[in-house]
């Protein structure tokens, strides 16, 4: 009921927004990361958030969560790191990551909210390239 809820405002968030649990494993896909990665929320949902990284952080994301879980160190929690997404299509992009934890009926999940750094950088080595 209330996660129903929750979904209906993920629908509307302009930024792509995705929910994942303890292991991982995507609870909610918002339709901006839908566009941005180009898998659909029903591809997604039960997968690891990890697929949507390039080696070799996909290969060492379960352990960066599990070593958080167990030393309550905090990396990228409420932090941010410019980090590289992979598309559907195999494609990379430079992206901000924004990372937060809730607590939603006794289990806790991870918000990310993610924005595309693509047209920044371009314009950024533009800039370079005049100078
Ligand atoms: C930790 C990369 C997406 C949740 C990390 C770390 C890296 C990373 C490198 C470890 C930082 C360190 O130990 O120095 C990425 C990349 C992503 C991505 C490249 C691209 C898609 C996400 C998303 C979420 C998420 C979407 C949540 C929905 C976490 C959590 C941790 C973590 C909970 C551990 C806590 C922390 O380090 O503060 N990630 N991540 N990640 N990531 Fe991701």
Redesign the pocket.
């Known amino acids: 009921e209330n996660f129903n809820q929750f979904q209906s405002i993920l629908a509307t968030v302009p930024d792509a927004m995705?929910?994942?649990d303890e292991e991982?494993r995507v609870l909610s896909f918002s339709a901006a990361a839908e566009r941005l990665f180009g898998y659909t929320e029903s591809e997604m949902l039960g997968t690891n958030?990890s697929r949507?990284?390039?080696s070799p952080?996909q290969e060492?994301?379960d352990d960066?969560?599990r070593?958080?879980l167990l030393t309550g160190?905090?990396?990228?929690?409420?932090?941010g790191?410019t980090?590289?997404?992979?598309r559907a299509d195999g494609s990379t992009f430079p992206?901000e990551?924004a990372?937060g934890?809730a607590i939603t009926e006794g289990a806790r999940v991870?918000?990310?909210f993610?924005r595309d750094l693509t047209d920044k950088q371009e314009a950024e080595a533009r800039i370079d390239a005049l100078r």
């Open positions: 995705i929910v994942i991982g958030v949507l990284m390039p952080e060492q994301h960066y969560i070593q958080y160190v905090k990396r990228i929690i409420g932090i790191r980090v590289t997404g992979k992206m990551l990372v934890e991870f918000t990310g993610i």
